[in-house]
């Protein structure tokens, strides 16, 4: 089989504008969670957030082009731009024809479409800007980072919620393995912190008012951020014929459905998925050395999440440092596994588990090391990282280091 | 109806019993003070519902967190006990 590993890496975060900055912020258990600052957010119940501070648009894109992109779009750009100079590759002519994109997006242009409609609906206007549809459809992250590189292979937009990203990477891995193409550019982005976005989230009762404590006894709901992050995919020879710096191996993916409820998690689904993501890698349970949690923070996912472990990695779970570094970026919907694969490459190649921040005491519906507060050295082979999205869709992904 | 019911202010007691009996799928003579919602079928899903639903109908918001079992702030432990926190809310919205 066609072997994938990972040779770029970029992301804009609220921890970060690139990978080095995310990786210092994770390693300090800094905690990007703050005011929200947007539009209308005195009538907001929900009114923390991680946003991303300090872009500024206008620096990295023409004002004529600005108006084609939603912040999500964005983001996606700037992250892929980051990930391929690092991979060093050149998209000549033949090699654009082998290379495609697949992105992950809950919210799409979230902003634009909440923008369009308070102009249409709230100020009672009858014109809006022309390019509304090419900002705010799923797939416009996918086909700008596609244009901005010349990639004419397979590519496409992948939406499972707050699994988004986990499955568009463990798709675009697909891509290669399949031989329908040698480099993909993939991860996820989403930037919905604007009034709607947060609204709607706040109706379903599962935020926090106060901050986010994964695994913690006192744990009160997750609380949304926006960001992302892009990987350049490239298969394995490939890589090596090109004298590339292997960042690591994507050794393993798997995906399920729980087919159970539209928001509570099932115990089965997730552990369906972690076994698969093991079998797909051919790797041990206990040879996993860290696992960057889907962790939301919600009280009925980090129980089953922390059951969920306990089913797959028996008595091995008792010494393997699980995080959530939610607790530091926030729930970044559709782009959030993809930050979090950051935290697990920083595990496989600087040896430093990113912790759980924000932990006041262990809960005893989580029996697992969550690395409270504090980051931890550790040498680490192979991390999972976990997403179980709303609906009941779950994509769990393994690295390898190289 | 129940007597206990009946101590409390009946517009609002039939008010909360009707958007619960309306979530639980039953008829509102079935939703007794004593019921708690787990008795009546209603899952979390159906509780934030209920919760909205109140919300809309008597003008209040209710501090509901799906994540804090205890609720602190809104005691959810029987219909009862519902309908005296919305009492006490919509006393408080009208003071």
Redesign the interface.
């Known amino acids: 089989m066609r072997r994938v590993v990972i040779t770029g890496a970029g992301t804009l975060n609220p921890l970060g504008h690139d990978v080095a900055s995310t990786l210092t912020a994770m390693r300090a258990g800094h905690c990007a969670i703050d005011r929200l600052t947007c539009r209308d957010v005195e009538r907001l119940?929900v009114q923390i957030g991680a946003e991303i501070r300090g872009f500024a648009p206008e620096q990295h894109f023409e004002r004529n082009r600005l108006s084609l992109l939603d912040r999500a779009t964005q983001i996606a750009l700037v992250s892929a731009r980051q990930a391929m100079a690092q991979s060093g590759l050149e998209i000549t002519e033949d090699l654009g024809l082998r290379a495609g994109v697949v992105m992950g997006t809950a919210g799409g242009g979230n902003t634009t479409v909440d923008d369009n409609y308070r102009a249409v609906y709230a100020e009672g206007k009858n014109r809006v800007h022309p390019f509304v549809v090419p900002r705010l459809m799923h797939n416009a992250a996918t086909s700008h980072v596609a244009m901005e590189y010349g990639l004419r292979g397979p590519s496409y937009t992948i939406s499972t919620a707050c699994a988004s990203a986990n499955h568009a990477i463990g798709q675009a891995m697909q891509v290669i393995r399949a031989g329908q193409a040698d480099v993909m550019l993939t991860g996820g982005a989403e930037a919905m912190l604007c009034f709607g976005g947060i609204k709607a989230w706040e109706?379903?009762?599962?935020?926090?008012?106060d901050t986010c404590r994964p695994f913690s006894r006192d744990?009160?709901?997750m609380v949304q951020g926006e960001g992302g992050a892009v990987f350049v995919l490239e298969e394995y020879e490939h890589a090596r014929a090109r004298g590339a710096e292997i960042l690591a191996e994507l050794a393993g993916f798997a995906m399920t459905s729980d087919a159970c409820d539209?928001?509570?998690p099932d115990l089965d689904g997730p552990v369906r998925a972690m076994r698969a993501a093991l079998a797909d890698a051919g790797i041990a349970p206990d040879m996993v050395g860290y696992v960057n949690a889907h962790g939301t923070?919600?009280?009925?996912n980090d129980r089953i999440e922390a059951q969920a472990l306990g089913a797959v990695m028996g008595a091995h779970l008792a010494g393997l440092p699980v995080s959530s570094t939610k607790s530091m970026h926030g729930h970044l919907i559709g782009g959030t596994s993809a930050v979090e694969l950051l935290a697990c490459l920083m595990a496989l190649r600087e040896g430093v588990i990113a912790p759980t921040a924000n932990f006041s005491e262990p809960c005893p519906d989580c029996p697992i090391d969550a690395v409270p507060n504090t980051a931890r050295e550790a040498r680490v082979e192979v991390a999972m990282s976990n997403a179980f999205a709303f609906g009941g869709l779950n994509a769990v992904t393994l690295l390898r280091r190289v | 109806m129940g007597r206990n019911v009946m101590q409390h202010n009946s517009s609002i007691a039939q008010g909360v019993i009707e958007i619960i009996a309306e979530q639980a799928l039953i008829d509102p003579s079935e939703v007794k003070p004593e019921s708690t919602l787990a008795d009546l079928g209603l899952?979390?899903?159906g509780l934030?519902e209920c919760?909205?639903g109140i919300e809309e109908r008597f003008g209040i918001?209710v501090p509901?967190?799906?994540?804090?079992?205890e609720q602190p702030g809104f005691d959810i432990s029987s219909v009862g006990a519902i309908i005296s926190e919305v009492e006490k809310l919509v006393a408080r919205q009208a003071a």
């Open positions: 119940t109706g379903l009762r599962v935020m926090s008012t744990r009160s709901g539209i928001v509570l923070a919600t009280a009925a | 899952d979390s899903l934030v919760i909205f918001t509901f967190n799906a994540n804090t079992p």
